[in-house]
C-alpha cells in the first residue's frame, strides 16, 4: 500500500491536481483531505491581535488524530474521518468513511511538514503555485463558497496566510520529491503514470507469490 503525500499553499489547486492524478490511475484511489482535520476548537494562542483564528498555523490541526488515521490506512483498515463546516468553522459530528486502498492521496497545506506522516509517505510533492495566482483563487473560493466578505479575505491573507505560507510553508519543499508548477497537467500524468506502474509491479509480484 502507497501514500502519495501532496502539499502546497492555499490556493495552489492541491485538490485539482490529486483529481487529475485520480483520472490517470487505472485503480479506484482513496483521497485523505488534511483540511478535515482542523482541530473541533483551535486554542486561544492561535488567535490574531484582532481575535480571528489563525488557520494556517501547523497547530490549528488534530496531528495525533491524522497520524493515527493514514497509519491505518496504511495497513489497510478503514477510518472515520472528520468532516469539517468552513462556513461555521467548526467540525460536523458525522464522519466520513474512508476505505483502503493500493494507494491513498494525502493532500494538504502541511501534508510534509510532519516527520512521522512524511515516514509514511513513498512519494512526496509540492506544488509551488506564485502568490498572486494563489491569493485570487483562495479569494473566489472563500467567497464563493464559504460566505466570506472580500474585506475579511483580505485581512486573513496578510494576517495570517501569508506570513505562515513564508514561515511554515515554503520550508516543506526540501522534503518533496519533486515540485509541481502552475501548469500541473504533465505532472499529474507522470505521477499517475508512476502510481500504475507500482499498482502493476504489486500485481505480477503476487502473480508470482501464488
Known amino acids: 500500500m502507497y501514500i502519495i503525500s501532496i502539499c502546497g499553499g492555499s490556493g495552489s489547486g492541491k485538490t485539482t491536481f490529486t483529481d487529475k492524478v485520480r483520472l490517470v490511475v487505472n485503480e479506484e484511489i482513496s483521497v485523505v483531505h488534511m483540511d478535515s482535520?482542523?482541530?473541533?476548537?483551535?486554542?486561544?494562542?492561535?488567535?490574531?491581535s484582532n481575535g480571528q483564528p489563525n488557520f494556517d498555523h501547523p497547530d490549528a490541526f488534530d496531528w495525533k488524530l491524522l497520524a493515527t488515521h493514514l497509519g491505518a490506512l496504511k495497513k489497510g483498515k478503514s477510518v472515520e474521518s472528520p468532516m469539517y463546516d468552513f462556513k461555521k468553522n467548526s467540525r460536523l459530528k458525522k464522519?466520513?468513511?474512508?476505505?483502503?486502498?493500493?494507494?491513498?492521496?494525502?493532500e494538504g497545506i502541511f501534508s510534509l511538514y510532519d516527520e512521522e506522516i512524511r515516514k509514511l509517505s513513498d512519494i512526496?510533492?509540492?506544488?509551488?503555485?506564485?502568490?498572486?495566482?494563489?491569493?485570487?483563487?483562495?479569494?473566489?473560493?472563500?467567497?464563493?463558497?464559504?460566505?466570506?466578505?472580500?474585506?475579511?479575505?483580505?485581512?486573513?491573507?496578510?494576517?495570517?496566510?501569508r506570513?505562515?505560507?513564508r514561515k511554515y510553508l515554503d520550508p516543506q519543499r526540501q522534503f518533496a520529491d519533486f515540485?509541481?508548477?502552475?501548469?500541473?497537467?504533465?505532472?499529474?500524468?507522470?505521477?499517475?503514470?508512476?502510481?500504475?506502474?507500482?499498482?502493476?509491479?504489486?500485481?505480477?509480484?503476487?502473480?508470482?507469490?501464488?
Not at 482535520?37 to 486561544?44: A, H, N
Not at 464522519?95 to 494525502?106: D, E, T, Y
Not at 508548477?181 to 500504475?196: C, H, R, V
Open 124 to 161: 512526496t510533492a509540492f506544488l509551488n503555485v506564485e502568490a498572486d495566482i494563489r491569493f485570487i483563487r483562495r479569494l473566489h473560493r472563500d467567497v464563493e463558497e464559504r460566505g466570506r466578505s472580500l474585506d475579511s479575505v483580505i485581512t486573513q491573507y496578510y494576517e495570517t496566510v
Open 37 to 48: 482535520y482542523y482541530l473541533p476548537k483551535l486554542p486561544k494562542e492561535l488567535q490574531t
Open 95 to 106: 464522519c466520513k468513511i474512508i476505505k483502503p486502498s493500493k494507494v491513498v492521496l494525502f
Open 179 to 210: 515540485i509541481v508548477g502552475e501548469e500541473s497537467d504533465i505532472a499529474a500524468g507522470i505521477l499517475g503514470a508512476k502510481i500504475n506502474e507500482l499498482l502493476s509491479t504489486d500485481f505480477k509480484k503476487s502473480k508470482v507469490k501464488t
Open 163 to 165: 506570513p505562515m505560507y
